[in-house]
């Protein structure tokens, strides 16, 4: 494959990718495989990473009312998500052929957290739906709390190792905690990705991980599709989206496991 090729692939996957995370969330396995195809698995999902990075906090900033009302939840929940993140991204960086070999697991993992993701939003949103109180109210229990920043960890762990799925498993936490609506769970969950992100780009960048060549175009890319899909959101029903990202990640899995 010419060189020209290469960018025009990887920045159309990168376009895609920021379309499909301003509808419905799963871009990573958009822009994984096709890094893939042409570096290192390892680095691969390094420069994914950084690549959808700018994105996560477009969206925290879209949330920057939402969050200021639960930033008290928010940064207890800080250190483990930077801890894991980083964690996560380390062990990639050591350990890069385990890493390879667990890839169709991974994508497998990814696929079944985004197939259940609709049913477990419908659930929180009708528990926690859009016409609770904004007020929060935190749990008084600290052992509740020490529980949620457990396994904020482990998310931040898989967040900092692969990534894609994240968000879904950061709900499913919150929607247990109590800390308002929807629209503050989403809030806290982006603003947490976020942070598991960053911390996972520089223990990469510190690695040398990262293919700049790449990832330096495909950010812009995926800025402009994140830009694009705000715009199709409001025409697209994002469970067709979702439906697509399901089919593309069944698909990958298996590719990857006969490869």
């Avoid at 936490?173 to 969950?189: D, P, R, T």
């Avoid at 890319?221 to 694009?228: N, P, Q, R």
Wanted: hydrophobic letters at 55%; proline letters at 4%; a positive charge.
């Amino acid at each position: 494959m010419e060189q020209w090729e290469v960018y025009t692939v990887l920045c159309l996957a990168a376009f895609g990718a920021g379309v499909i995370n301003s509808i419905a969330g799963g871009g990573t396995l958009l822009t994984f495989p096709a890094l893939s195809a042409v570096t290192d698995p390892a680095l691969a999902n390094a420069t994914s990473t950084l690549a959808l990075l700018p994105g996560s906090y477009a969206g925290a900033l879209g949330y920057r009312r939402e969050l200021w009302n639960c930033r008290h939840f928010a940064l207890r929940m800080l250190p483990p998500s930077l801890l894991g993140g980083g964690i996560g991204a380390w062990l990639v960086a050591i350990a890069p052929g385990i890493f390879s070999a667990l890839v169709p697991w991974l994508i497998l993992l990814a696929a079944i957290l985004f197939m259940i993701q609709g049913p477990l939003y419908r659930w929180v949103k009708k528990h926690y739906g859009e016409h609770t109180s904004s007020k929060l109210n935190y749990a008084s229990s600290k052992v509740k709390y020490i529980l949620a920043a457990i396994i904020q960890f482990l998310i931040s762990l898989y967040g900092g190792y692969f990534g894609a799925g994240i968000g879904i498993l950061m709900l499913s936490v919150l929607g247990f905690m109590n800390i308002g609506n929807i629209h503050f769970m989403n809030a806290v969950k982006t603003f947490l990705a976020a942070v598991i992100n960053t911390a996972s780009i520089l223990i990469f960048v510190c690695n040398d991980m990262i293919v700049w060549n790449y990832a330096i175009p495909m950010i812009l890319t995926a800025m402009a599709g994140g830009y694009t899909g705000a715009s199709v959101a409001r025409k697209l029903p994002s469970q067709f989206v979702r439906y697509i990202v399901i089919i593309i990640a069944f698909m990958l899995s298996l590719y990857y496991f006969i490869i």
